[in-house]
């Protein structure tokens, strides 16, 4: 007679099998996930940094109005010269609790400093939407809001450039033309904002005219309109959002930037397709590792 029943024979044979693939799993499949997930913008305390060694940014992203501030690293008291919107994946080691932590505490670094900032206003036209989740990317500083109304999906997509600080925001609906705002443009100086190419807003940063802050309002298939000193964006499905300031002239010119990027990804074309500008930004974004056994 076996020392053991034959049913848990079969049991302790399955349990061996269970042990065997649980060691034999290569360590790089349980690693921490990328993303950390955020609460919702209600206000400035609560909005999400990013940025690089040039601009230091927020965004305020809600239902009804999307505000994306930025700043010189010099008119910060203390300058930030580190931190998660620089190194966003620094985060990737902490708790969840201890990133958002993290998170708040470079936000403050931006209290009681509007004075100082250039600002992107977009005022969103129609019924507001339903926020449903906003998704940081911690190895590209890439930061996703979704929004739903009625059927359909928007996604407003923030990432910056670390060469030239400028701040990329895509805008996509999965329904034509769900897309309608106002753009504004503000910053310290008491000067006018001008609309130059019917896309691009510029404005002096400050009294100094060789300053300036210009956004770019680039839709993918309609065209804008103008409106004052805004700019109007009605039915589009997607859109690429540029906003950037420094020295009016010289290679850390906006506009220097802006060329620069459009002869990276669609060269020799007078008004670039904002498609291939942003798929190519896309791919610039730093990414994780591809894990192996050997480098987990």
Known sequence: MPLFPSTFKVRRSTFNVRILILLTTPAWSLTPPKTLTLPQSTDWTHAI????????????DQPAHTHLRGHLHADLHPPIT??????????????????????????????????????????WLGTAPEWRT??????????VSTFRTGTTTITRTLVTDPTSGA??????ADHPGALSFRA????????PTLIEDRRQLTRS????????????????????????????????????????FGPKTGPESPTAAFKNLT???????????PAKLWHGILASLPTWPTPSPENP
């Open 49 to 60: 940094p990013n940025g690089n060694p040039r601009l230091a940014w927020l965004l305020l």
């Open 184 to 191: 504004t443009l503000t910053t310290p100086a008491n000067t």
């Open 205 to 244: 940063l400050t009294q100094n005219p060789e300053t300036e802050a210009r956004a770019w309002i680039l839709p993918f298939e309609s065209d804008v309109e103008t409106s004052g000193t805004s700019i109007l964006l009605r039915g589009e499905g997607e859109a690429l959002i540029i906003l950037n």
């Open 167 to 172: 701040a990329y925001l895509h805008l996509l």
């Open 134 to 143: 906003t998704t940081l990317h911690l190895a590209s500083g890439r930061t």
């Open 82 to 123: 580190n931190g998660p919107f620089l190194q966003p994946a620094s985060l990737h080691s902490l708790t969840e609790q201890e990133a958002l932590k993290s998170l708040r505490q470079t936000v403050a670094t931006f209290r009681g400093k509007p004075d100082t900032a250039t600002q992107l206003h977009l005022e």
């Open 263 to 273: 002869q990276r990804h669609d060269p020799g074309q007078p008004h670039p397709n």
